[in-house]
């Protein structure tokens, strides 16, 4: 079974500083893909980014990057520049390429960004 | 592109009533989730859908549950007898298979129910 981790249940970041949200995962199937997403407080899941377990190269998407380590079973999230309205809950989600197609959510981490 | 829509917002319904939630997809998604989440948690996977297919159901998914999606279009889930544990967020999601990699799922606002 395909499990997510996220150890920072919150975070408080400077505004317009870099912030790193930790994600691991576990899993024995080679073919899979990383997501995260944001949650602000009205509670729609916004999706930012994607890395599929084959990429060569890391996931981009404006200030989002993907800290993709697949030796370690890591994709954290990295925000650069932060702004007041990243203040929300970020989670990692993963899904196999084949076979089981749910999309399994880590627990969250809580960024406040500070002003 | 108008999104996920999902009806009701919100639900208040007593303990042992029958509920009724709607999603509408995007509209050229074939692929439609359900999902759960209570506070503090992630989101859980209930059930989807390919098209009118229901292809995987949670354990999650009691026989109080039930979800369809006639003509592939949008999709109900229904709650029966309900329980004040089945107080969560709701939420729906689609997306569009069949093309290279993996597609993100969109979410909707979600239906938040409140069973007292």
């Known amino acids: 079974a395909q499990k997510i981790t996220q150890t920072q249940p919150g975070m408080f970041v400077q505004e317009k500083e870099a912030v790193t949200l930790d994600c691991t995962y576990d899993t024995s199937d080679p073919s899979y893909g990383l997501f995260w997403y944001k949650q602000p407080s009205s509670g729609e899941m916004i999706f930012l980014i994607y890395?599929?377990?084959?990429?060569?190269q890391n996931a981009t998407e404006g200030r989002y990057s993907l800290n993709f380590q697949k030796a370690r079973k890591s994709a954290n999230l990295v925000i650069s520049a932060s702004q007041l309205g990243d203040s929300a809950m970020y989670f990692c989600a993963m899904r196999k390429y084949f076979g089981n197609e749910k999309l399994t959510f880590g627990t969250g981490t809580r960024l406040t960004i500070i002003p | 592109d108008t999104g996920v829509s999902q009806n009701p917002r919100h639900k208040i319904t007593k303990r042992g009533q029958n509920v009724t939630f709607r999603c509408d997809p995007i509209?050229?998604?074939?692929?439609l989730y359900w999902y759960r989440q209570t506070l503090g948690q992630g989101p859980e996977f209930l059930t989807y859908f390919q098209n009118e297919a229901q292809l995987e159901k949670s354990r999650l998914l009691s026989d109080r549950f039930s979800a369809e999606r006639p003509k592939g279009s949008f999709s109900t889930l229904e709650i029966q007898r309900t329980e004040q544990g089945d107080s969560a967020m709701y939420l729906c999601?689609?997306?569009?298979?069949?093309?290279?990699?993996?597609?993100?799922?969109?979410f909707g606002n979600g239906t938040r129910l409140t069973v007292t």
């Open positions: 999601a689609s997306s569009l298979e069949g093309g290279a990699g993996l597609s993100p799922l969109h």
């Open positions: 509209s050229e998604h074939n692929r």
């Open positions: 890395q599929g377990s084959y990429d060569q």
